[in-house]
C-alpha cells in the first residue's frame, strides 16, 4: 500500500512541476520582457561600454620617432647665446666688467691707499721708517758707545711677484753715531746710503745692500717678520752692518734690532 501512494504522489508531482515552474517570474527579463529588478527599459548599453581597439592598434603599429632614450639634443639658437652673455655681462663676468674687477684690486677701505695714488709717480711703491740702537759690536767696538738712529726706506714700483714670494728694490737712508771712550777716543757718525733687494715670503722678510756708510762703504743685511693690515705694515727684526773703515780701529761691524712702520701701495 505504501509503494501505491509514493507511485501517485511521483505522478502528481510530473504533472504538477511545469505548472509551478512556468508561473515563476524571471528578475532579469530574460524570458519575458518585463523585469522585477530593472524593468522594461533596462539595457546593458553595449555602445556605452564598448572600446575602441582600433586606435590602440594604429597606435602600436606606428613607429617610433626617435630610438635615443634622453631625446635628440637640438643646439641653442645664437639669440639665446647673445642673451646669456649680456646677462653674465651685468653680473661682472664679461668683456665689459672692468670698472668691477678694479673695484675688487682695490677695494673701498680708509686704510686702502692704493685707489688714491693710482696713476701717481706713487703708484706700486712703498715708504718704511724704522726706529733702532746698536746691541752687538765686534771687539774693536767694545769701548764705543751708541745712540738711538732712524732710516728712511723707499720701496721702488718696480717689483715682482711670484705668490707667495715678493722681491722688491728699496733705497735705505740710515743714520748712524759711535762714540769711542777709551782708550784713542774718535767717533764714527753719518748717514748710509744703500741700495737692496727685499724678498718677502709668509711675513718673512730677507733683505740684503752694498753702498755707502759715508765716508766709506759697507754691506747691510737683514732679517724680520712683518705683520700687514690693508696698506700698512709692521715688521721687527735684526740688521747686520760692516763698515769698511772705521777710524781709528779700520773695519768694524755692529747688530741692531729695529722695529719698523710702513705703508705697501701695490
Known amino acids: 500500500m505504501d509503494r501505491v501512494i509514493i507511485a501517485l504522489c511521483g505522478v502528481m508531482l510530473l504533472f ?5 515552474y512556468g508561473q515563476e517570474e524571471d528578475l532579469f527579463g530574460t524570458a519575458a520582457d518585463d523585469s522585477l529588478l530593472f524593468g522594461d527599459e533596462f539595457d546593458l548599453g553595449g555602445d556605452d561600454f564598448s572600446f575602441d581597439f582600433e586606435d590602440e592598434t594604429e597606435a602600436e603599429e606606428a613607429p617610433a620617432e626617435s630610438d635615443d632614450f634622453f631625446g635628440e639634443f637640438e643646439e641653442e639658437p645664437e639669440e639665446e647665446t647673445a642673451d646669456t652673455t649680456a646677462a ?33 709717480f706713487m703708484e706700486g711703491s712703498g715708504l718704511t721708517l724704522s726706529l733702532y740702537s746698536p746691541q752687538y759690536v765686534s771687539d774693536k767696538m767694545d769701548t764705543w758707545y751708541s745712540f738711538m738712529d732712524y732710516s728712511l726706506s723707499i720701496v721702488s714700483p718696480w717689483h715682482f711677484e711670484a705668490a707667495p714670494t715678493t722681491v722688491s728694490f728699496l733705497l735705505d737712508i740710515s743714520s748712524f753715531n759711535f762714540k769711542n771712550s777709551f782708550p784713542a777716543g774718535g767717533s764714527f757718525k753719518g748717514v748710509s746710503i744703500m741700495p737692496m733687494v727685499r724678498v718677502e715670503l709668509y711675513g718673512i722678510e730677507a733683505e740684503a745692500g752694498v753702498g755707502m756708510y759715508l765716508p766709506t762703504f759697507g754691506v747691510m743685511t737683514g732679517l724680520g717678520y712683518s705683520v700687514q693690515y690693508h696698506s700698512l705694515f709692521v715688521s721687527a727684526g735684526y740688521r747686520w752692518n760692516w763698515a769698511y773703515d772705521i777710524a781709528p780701529i779700520g773695519s768694524g761691524w755692529w747688530m741692531e734690532p729695529r722695529l719698523t712702520t710702513g705703508i705697501k701701495l701695490w
Do not use: C, M, R
Request: proline fraction near 8%; charged fraction near 25%.
Open 16 to 20: 504538477i512541476a511545469p505548472v509551478v
Open 88 to 120: 653674465g655681462d651685468d653680473w661682472g663676468f664679461g668683456e665689459d666688467s672692468t670698472d668691477l674687477i678694479t673695484e675688487e684690486e682695490y677695494p673701498d677701505h680708509p686704510l686702502n691707499f692704493q685707489k688714491a695714488v693710482q696713476g701717481t
